[in-house]
């Protein structure tokens, strides 16, 4: 059973580039999260997709969007891409989006901004 | 806002000390608290849990207490090995919806 991948590992853009990471759920799994995580520092939410919606979003500009496809897997989409966007992107799944069911985490994606 | 905070690191330990991981939290009402793991080149683990004030969450002899008087959940072990060396997170979520609230971390490295 394979667990919470993310694609790609890693990826270098320019300042004012778009950039869009995928993920695809544990399976059975149907919520997907995403969080950014700075070098030395912890994750931040960025936003929850379930039953394809955008569900809760924490504190990041319209810039950051994404979607949710009915098979569950998500995409993150990040525009005009700055240098402070340079982070490891986790993407989370789980089922039914309550707190006592375990999110899972991917590996990441490291974004590099030039 | 809901807030954490970790003791910062690095924590160095030789093999079979005792460790200790503060986490304090700041909250409006009674969050779920977490300690996750992350291991070098990979994602978060979940460690352990605990949903309620004064349960105990344990795992691979790990233990940590949800003491919602000093809104603190502590992460222990008491013998480390080389193989815990890793970054510690504490984190926090409420019931409607699980977004999980994160400490900036703690690493710890273990000496044979």
């Known amino acids: 059973d394979a667990g919470v991948t993310q694609s790609p590992t890693h990826l270098i853009k320019t300042r004012g580039q778009q950039v869009t990471l995928r993920c695809s759920p544990k399976s059975g799994h149907d919520t997907v999260s995403w969080y950014q995580q700075a070098l030395g520092q912890g994750p931040q939410f960025i936003f929850q997709y379930y039953e394809e919606e955008e569900r809760q979003r924490g504190n990041f500009p319209d810039r950051f969007s994404g979607h949710q496809f009915p098979n569950y897997s998500s995409e993150l989409n990040v525009n005009a891409l700055l240098l402070g966007d340079s982070a490891l992107y986790l993407c989370?799944?789980?089922?039914?989006?309550?707190?006592?069911?375990?999110?899972?985490f991917g590996p990441g994606t490291r974004l590099t901004v030039l | 806002g809901n807030s954490v905070t970790q003791m910062e690191g690095p924590v160095t330990l030789s093999e079979e000390a005792f460790l200790t991981i503060n986490c304090t939290y700041t909250?409006?009402?009674?969050?779920?608290l977490f300690w996750y793991v992350q291991y070098p080149g990979e994602g978060l683990q979940l460690l352990l849990k605990?949903?309620?004030?004064?349960d105990k969450g344990s795992n691979k002899g790990f233990e940590a207490t949800y003491r919602k008087e000093t809104t603190s959940f502590h992460l222990e072990k008491g013998s480390v090995q080389v193989s815990d060396s890793a970054v510690y997170f504490c984190?926090?979520?409420?019931?409607?919806?699980?977004?999980?609230?994160f400490g900036g971390g703690t690493r710890l490295m273990v000496k044979p």
């Open positions: 605990a949903t309620k004030a004064d």
């Open positions: 984190a926090l979520t409420f019931n409607a919806g699980n977004m999980l609230t």
């Open positions: 989370a799944s789980s089922f039914g989006g309550l707190a006592d069911n375990e999110q899972f």
């Open positions: 909250a409006t009402g009674y969050p779920s």
